[in-house]
Each structure stands twice: as structure tokens, then as C-alpha cells.
């Protein structure tokens, strides 16, 4: 690929003479669950996200799984869900024997719409789950007055809005309790699985900490039936050199995302994307609409462009999800969407050169 979609490989090396050495000691120690690294990641991304409490897990998943059972919900209950969105939120809601509620997006963002989550509510809604899709946060204002109205959680899904805020706080404080993923390809990734519950509730964080241990706070001691998921000290040591350089990565993603909108404005046949009033966006992707998207997408790669789709399926159209019930037309901006959305090279170590070459290679074919 003369661009790739994303470039691990820079950010790696960014971090190699700072990482390599505290690997070398943990090899020697072998101290490979919790510890030091754990304890002052855990600091340092609660500092961070601007809560008091961040319990690490394996994975985005396990942390979107234990922050719903932390929010009480529980088998029947429905959790309220937008439909773009990977399918890990839904899935997190189904593993506990919950049921999700899949609802529209808006037109302009594609995050979740207040209206049809409020038209949505029932006797057996217990969470609404806004995902900060994108790289920007839900409209959490509306959200939160719904919740308190109705007695809801919120329960948010932040895996791809490190460091994004809006005008009421930074995506991972801003409900009850929150779920965040650091793979690889995250603002904040990993260098394999990883993922984090953020809040500001002591009991919630203790609770999740105990079903993250089986259950356990104490060895061999088993308070309830819980998982095991925690975040190892190899992959922590990673994200606390990626987090001192986070600031300055999402500043790099905010200037490629202007140079993109100023390349982009005068292709006809590309819809740019566009920032909610008080958002802070911190760009982990960059989606644009083309019509004939799959085309579009076959002739960038053909030019050694390596765009990406996300997603490509509403949801409520999955094979997984086919017993709820759902038809194809129950969610028109989703389902339109789907057909046209593309999501271009970003990363941090994107130059003005690679933009360039996307935006010719995008030109020259839609």
C-alpha cells in the first residue's frame, strides 16, 4: 500500500527505546499480572479521562460485559443500543442475557438519536448505551436528561473517543459507567487485547475489579460467579508510554482531519464528516459518503490506498441478531448510510503527502 489504512508500526517505534526496558524487567521478574505497571496505568487513565476509578481488563468486550452487570443490568432486561456500532455493544448486552434495542442514528454524525431512544423506552428498559462512534461523543446532554427522567443507566461505550469531549465532559465520564478498548488500532491501543471500566462510583469499580477476578477479592475467596479479565502488566506498560504521547497523537489526527476537509471540498460526490456544536472529535476515524461505495473502495485499493468500511451492516440486519425480529427499512439513516460510508487513512503519523495521494486516488474515481 503506497497508504495504508493505519500505521501501527510508526507508533511503535515512537515508543520502543521507553518500552523495551521495562518489558526487559518484567521478563525478568515475570511479573506479568498486575503490579506496579497495572497500578499506575489504572492512575494515570483515570487521571486522564477525568473519573476517579479505572479498573483494566482484557478487552473491550469484557469491559463493555462488566460495566452493564455493574449498571445492574440483568437477564430480560433491554438495553437500549445504537444500531452503527460494532457489534461488540450489542454483544456485551446479549452475554449476560440481556436484550438490546437497537435504535436509529442522526443524519449528520451517525451517533445515536435522543428522539428514537426515547420513543424506544419501555417498562423493561434498564441502560441506554451511547457509543462515541467515530472518534466523537454521543449527544450526551439529551441522553442524560432521558435517564434521569425515566430512572436509567448509562452505560457509555467510549472505545473509540480517548481524549474526545463534548461541553459537558470527556467521553468515558460522562454516565454512570463506562467501557473503553485499547486494540491496537485505538487512539490508545495496546499492543494486543486490552480494555478498561471508567467511573466515579468506589462500589462500582470494586465490583467490577471482583468479576473481573472470578469473583474473588480474596484468593480462593468467591463473592459471586465472575469472569476472568484483567489487564496484564506487558500491555499496561505500553499504554502508559502511549498515553504520555496521546495529547499530542489526537492534535496530529485533528490537523490531518482539517487538511482533509480542506482537500476534500472541491470533489464533487464526497460528503465530508462534520462535528457536533461542542464536540471536541479526536478523529479515530474519518468517514466519508460516496455514492457507489464498494466500487469506490475496490479502486483506491486497486491505487494502493487502504481505506476501510465501518460498517457495513446495520446491526439489526446481522445474521446474529435475526431472532429479534428486525426487517430491512426500520432504520432508514443507518441502513442508507451503510451503503455509503468510507473511511480513509488516519493515524497519527499521517502526512500531508499521503493525503494528498488519497484525495487524487478518490478524485479520480468517484
Known sequence: ????????????????????????????????????????????????????????????????ELAFRAA??????????PVNTFIATAEAVSRIGA?????????????????????????????IAPVHLYGQTAPMEALAALAERHGLAIVEDAAQSQGASSAVGRAGALGHVAATSFYPGKNLGAAGDAGAVLTDDPA???????????GSSVKYVHDRVGVNSRLDAVQAAV???KLRRLGTWNT??????????????????????????????????????????????ADLGSAGIGAAIHYPTPLHLTAAYADLGYRNGEFPVAEAAAGRILSLPMFPHLTAEHQSDVVDALRRTV
Do not use: K
Not at 460526490?269 to 466500487?295: A, I
Open 99 to 127: 436484550v438490546p434495542v437497537f435504535v436509529d442514528v442522526d443524519p449528520d454524525q451517525l451517533l445515536i438519536d435522543p428522539a428514537a431512544v426515547e420513543a424506544t423506552i419501555t417498562p423493561r428498559t434498564r441502560a
Open 1 to 64: 500500500m503506497r497508504v495504508p489504512f493505519v500505521d501501527l508500526v510508526s507508533q511503535q517505534a515512537e515508543i520502543a527505546d521507553e518500552v523495551l526496558p521495562v518489558w526487559e524487567r518484567l521478563f525478568a521478574t515475570a511479573g506479568f499480572i498486575g503490579g506496579e505497571q497495572v497500578d499506575a496505568f489504572e492512575r494515570e487513565y483515570a487521571e486522564f479521562a477525568g473519573v476517579r476509578y479505572c479498573v483494566g481488563v482484557g478487552n473491550g468486550t469484557d469491559a463493555l
Open 72 to 81: 445492574g443490568v440483568g437477564q430480560g432486561d433491554e438495553v437500549i443500543v
Open 239 to 241: 499504554l502508559r508510554a
Open 252 to 297: 496530529a489526527r485533528r490537523a490531518a482531519a482539517a487538511h482533509y476537509a480542506e482537500l476534500l471540498a472541491d470533489v464533487p460526490g464526497v460528503r465530508v464528516p462534520t462535528v457536533r456544536p461542542g464536540n471536541e472529535d479526536v478523529w479515530h476515524l474519518y468517514v466519508v459518503q460516496v455514492d457507489e461505495r464498494d466500487r469506490v473502495h
Open 204 to 214: 462500582v469499580a470494586e465490583f467490577v475489579r471482583n468479576l473481573g477476578a472470578h
